[in-house]
Structure formats: C-alpha cells, structure tokens
C-alpha cells in the first residue's frame, strides 16, 4: 500500500519562499518516481515538477522553472518542494504523486491528500 503525505503548506507574502514535504510510505520508495502537480478551484490539476527514482532526473513546468527545485531522499522516504520567488499565482493545492514508471506519467496511479500553499500580494 503506498501512503503520501504532504505538509509544509501555508500563507506567505509574494516573493517570499516555502518548502513542501511529502513523506511517502513505501516499501520500495527507490522504485518510484515522484512528483508535484497542483490545483485551483474549477481548473484541472497541473505538472508542476517530477523527479526519477534515482533523484539524477528532474522536470519542471516552464512557470516554475528557476523558482522551484525538486529534491528527494530515498534513506528517508521522503520528496520536496521548495519554492522561491511565489507569485500570488502560485496559490493552489499542492499535491505529492507517485508511480512505479521510471517516469512520472501525467497521471500518476498515486495520490496524497494535498496541502493548501497561498501567496498574497
């Protein structure tokens, strides 16, 4: 059974930064590759960035590019966000994903719950 949880949400000023965790119970995490993707209401849930199961490999939309970085470590199960540089459109529910390909597909078959990031101006 595969498990992720979020955590790291929260509100902070345009320009300023966050870090996003998502702890990931997994037997095999090395086996997985990870990512990001987020929401806002009545819009469908986008890519943000994707990380292969060794950690060489990273992706990024092009809205995020040079403002956030995707990291991982495999010894604690765990996968991050940190976000530099938040535009109030920014604002969404981040999401923490999961799957067994080597590279994360656009709808990965694992889910966490969400964590609520907004960014004012």
């Known amino acids: 059974q595969v498990r992720l949880v979020e955590s790291g949400g929260g509100s902070v000023q345009a320009g300023g930064s966050l870090r996003l965790s998502c702890a990931a119970s997994i037997r095999t995490f090395t086996w997985y590759s990870m990512g990001w993707f987020r929401q806002t209401p009545g819009k469908e849930r986008e890519f943000v960035a994707h990380?292969?199961?060794?950690?060489?490999?990273?992706g990024y939309a092009d809205f995020v590019k040079g403002r956030f970085t995707i990291s991982r470590d495999n010894a604690g199960n765990s996968v991050y966000l940190d976000m530099s540089y938040l535009l109030p459109e920014d604002t969404a529910v981040y999401y923490c994903?999961?799957?067994?390909?080597?590279?994360?597909?656009?709808?990965?078959?694992?889910w966490g719950q969400g964590t609520q990031v907004t960014v004012s101006s």
């Open positions: 990380i292969s199961s060794s950690g060489r490999i990273t």
């Open positions: 994903a999961a799957d067994t390909r080597t590279e994360l597909p656009r709808a990965p078959s694992y």
